[in-house]
Structure formats: C-alpha cells, structure tokens
C-alpha cells in the first residue's frame, strides 16, 4: 500500500512540475476582437430585350459563391465583400463584370452575343459538327 502512495506522490509531483506552456491555453480576455471586413447581401434582376434571364449565373468572380436567377429573373446573393466584382453569364449573351461598392440592388440587361453561337450539329455520337459538314 505504501508503494502505491509513493507512486500516486511522484505522478502528482511530475504534473505539477510540467511549465504552463504544455498545458492548453486559454483565448486573453482582452476586449479586442479581429474584425473582418463587412460583406453584404445583393439582390437583383437579369433581362434580355424580350424580358427576364431564367438560369443566368451570378457569382462572385473568383469564388464558389454563386446562384442562378429564377423564372422571374431574380436573385440574391449573400458574402459579397466590399470591391468584389460581380460576374452575370449565360450562354448566348456577353458575360459582365460589375464591381461591388455596397449596392443593395443590381439590375443587369444582358445583351446577345451574335459570334458565340454557331450552327452546330451534335450528332448521336456526342460529337458536334458545322450543319455544313456533315455528310446526311
């Protein structure tokens, strides 16, 4: 009995021997906060000269933070910091860049792109041909 006293006396001995810097340590209690910068919550409108954009893609350029316009054409898009550019795309239509200065509202009219389109066949195969190439 008097050897396990001994023992339990230098494990106890040991811990309290160990210097503070191995134990966890706990957040200062100080009043200063790191603060991030601000990012703001944008909501808006895509259009086309016919109406609404339904399926354009908003993101912020540079990021995964994204969102697709509904059947209306409306979006909201949340996390976008202060001087990030705004990215609206959509196939057929030129992609645009607009910075973000704290906007609350982002109305965009997307205007068609003639060259992006072309006449292409995608034949069963999967692969796509000029109409004038192909030999059926």
Do not use: C, W
């Amino acid at each position: 009995m008097k050897t396990y006293y001994r023992v339990q006396l230098v494990l106890v001995a040991l811990a309290l021997s160990f210097p503070g810097s191995m134990m966890a340590e706990q957040a200062p209690k100080s009043g200063i906060a790191t603060v991030a910068q601000q990012s703001g919550r944008i909501t808006g409108t895509v259009e086309d000269e016919l109406g609404p954009v339904i399926g354009a893609a908003v993101e912020v350029k540079g990021t995964h933070n994204g969102v697709v316009t509904d059947s209306d054409g409306h979006f909201t898009l949340s996390g976008v910091k202060n001087g990030a550019i705004i990215r609206i795309s959509f196939l057929g239509y030129v992609t645009q860049e607009i910075p973000y200065k704290g906007q609350a509202t982002l109305n965009v009219t997307l205007a068609e792109d003639s060259q992006a389109l072309g006449e292409v066949v995608v034949t069963a195969l999967g692969i796509a041909k000029g109409s004038k190439k192909l030999g059926y």
